[in-house]
């Protein structure tokens, strides 16, 4: 059976990358800092990002790991030992969860600094919380009072938290609508040289490419970087 501080500090993990991951790349933009590291380009990448559902992942390389590990250790070291768990019961898992912590890693580093100090006092007060609640159930009525006076504080803080990180998620999804909406301005103010360009590709392809579609389906992002070209730009 999983205690309370395990089931807390997952569901903090699973949050805060959650966050992280819906931040998307849309967060470089906003950070003045460089981050330490970068992964090799995922081969196979669309060019919003996304990873085609058949492309092996690239491993990461040993300094990589060394410096993902390190961070992990830091921050959160419950997370950490139980990779190290995993590490030695399943080496295959433990290398995709690598990749999944590397990616939201980077992530944390390219937000601003105050997403990233809000991200850890996130992890770390749900730990610790999860440590308090361990202990509640066996304390005197006097001493849970004193810990429900704590507890109280804690979720306080982890609000605070909280607050922060959807503070700036909601600043990248309100930057992300404007821009879908200039898209959607600059499709209708050139609407006819679009299609003239779309059916002059179609009518140029070799006779095996003409069944493919002129242009990518839209679909969601998650705080994908616009394209540099225009929508109206379709050659």
Do not use: C
């Not at 906003?30 to 090799?40: D, G, L, M, Q």
């Not at 909601?170 to 959607?184: S, T």
């Not at 069944?211 to 050659?235: E, I, L, N, V, W």
Request: aromatic content about 6%.
């Amino acid at each position: 059976m999983f205690g309370w501080k395990t089931l807390i500090v997952g569901m903090g993990l699973l949050g805060a990358f959650i966050v992280l991951d819906a931040l998307g790349s849309d967060a470089k933009r906003s950070s003045p800092e460089k981050p330490a590291a970068t992964a090799p380009a995922p081969r196979g990448s669309t060019a919003h990002g996304a990873r085609s559902p058949h492309t092996p992942q690239v491993e990461l390389t040993e300094e990589q790991i060394k410096e993902l590990l390190g961070a992990l250790k830091a921050y959160m070291p419950g997370h950490y030992e139980m990779l190290m768990r995993l590490k030695d019961r399943d080496p295959r898992s433990y290398s995709r969860a690598l990749q999944f912590h590397w990616r939201m890693y980077e992530r944390w580093q390219d937000s601003p600094p105050q997403v990233r100090s809000a991200w850890v006092s996130l992890t770390q007060t749900r730990a610790q919380i999860g440590s308090l609640l361990d202990g509640f159930q066996k304390a005197n009525s006097d001493e849970q009072a004193k810990l429900t006076q704590k507890l109280r504080e804690l979720i306080a803080k982890e609000l605070d938290a909280e607050q922060v990180i959807n503070s700036y998620r909601l600043a990248m999804l309100e930057k992300r609508i404007e821009e879908l909406r200039k898209e959607l301005q600059q499709q209708a103010e050139t609407r006819d040289k679009i299609i003239d360009q779309r059916l002059q590709r179609l009518l140029e392809a070799p006779p095996g490419g003409r069944g493919k579609p002129t242009h990518s389906a839209p679909r969601p992002h998650r705080g994908a970087k616009p394209s540099k070209t225009s929508p109206s730009d379709d050659t």
